[in-house]
């Protein structure tokens, strides 16, 4: 019997005693830590993109001090150059916090969650989806990559 009879590869089948209840549950949380995995990717984003209007800001500085306008120039310069985009902090500050508090946890407690109750197994829900979804035995729908005909 070929992979693509069976099903998913061992590291996705569900593990006995594990209920349909708990893999639901566990497939909701990693749907919930994608979503924060998003979240983290456009703080970085805003990080970046703040720090480039940031540097932007100095060439227009520059270039208003050129064409003669200096007392805009210089309160441009003085007051939003380098300005904390939160109260005593620059991005990169906002960005270490995020990594080190909220996204560290919400990472910790999904693998603790995958490890406690489906033997670190990961995207089991997505796995059984992909089982009801295919239609086995053809072509690109094969269950794993050493399913695909040579």
């Given at each position: 019997?070929?992979?693509?009879?069976?099903?998913?590869?061992?590291?996705?089948?569900?593990?006995?005693?594990?209920?349909?209840?708990?893999?639901?549950?566990?497939g909701?949380?990693?749907?919930?830590?994608?979503?924060?995995?998003?979240?983290?990717?456009?703080?970085?984003?805003?990080?970046?993109?703040?720090?480039?209007?940031?540097?932007?800001?100095?060439e227009?500085?520059?270039?208003?001090?050129?064409?003669?306008?200096?007392?805009?120039?210089?309160?441009?310069?003085?007051?939003?150059?380098?300005?904390?985009?939160?109260?005593?902090?620059?991005?990169?500050?906002?960005?270490?916090?995020?990594?080190?508090?909220?996204?560290?946890?919400?990472?910790?407690?999904?693998?603790?969650?995958?490890?406690?109750?489906?033997g670190?197994?990961?995207?089991?829900f997505?796995?059984?989806?992909?089982?009801?979804?295919?239609?086995?035995?053809?072509?690109?729908?094969?269950?794993?990559?050493?399913?695909?005909?040579?």
């Amino acid at each position: 019997m070929t992979n693509d009879e069976q099903g998913p590869d061992a590291a996705h089948q569900v593990p006995d005693g594990v209920s349909d209840d708990t893999v639901e549950a566990l497939g909701t949380l990693s749907a919930a830590l994608e979503v924060i995995e998003h979240a983290r990717g456009l703080l970085y984003g805003f990080h970046r993109l703040t720090g480039k209007a940031d540097l932007d800001l100095g060439e227009a500085v520059e270039q208003l001090r050129t064409a003669g306008h200096t007392e805009l120039a210089d309160r441009i310069d003085r007051e939003l150059i380098g300005r904390n985009v939160i109260a005593g902090r620059w991005t990169f500050q906002v960005v270490e916090d995020y990594d080190d508090g909220y996204y560290a946890l919400a990472k910790e407690l999904e693998r603790t969650a995958r490890e406690d109750l489906a033997g670190g197994r990961r995207h089991l829900f997505e796995a059984g989806m992909k089982e009801d979804r295919r239609t086995q035995a053809r072509r690109h729908h094969e269950a794993t990559p050493s399913d695909l005909p040579d």
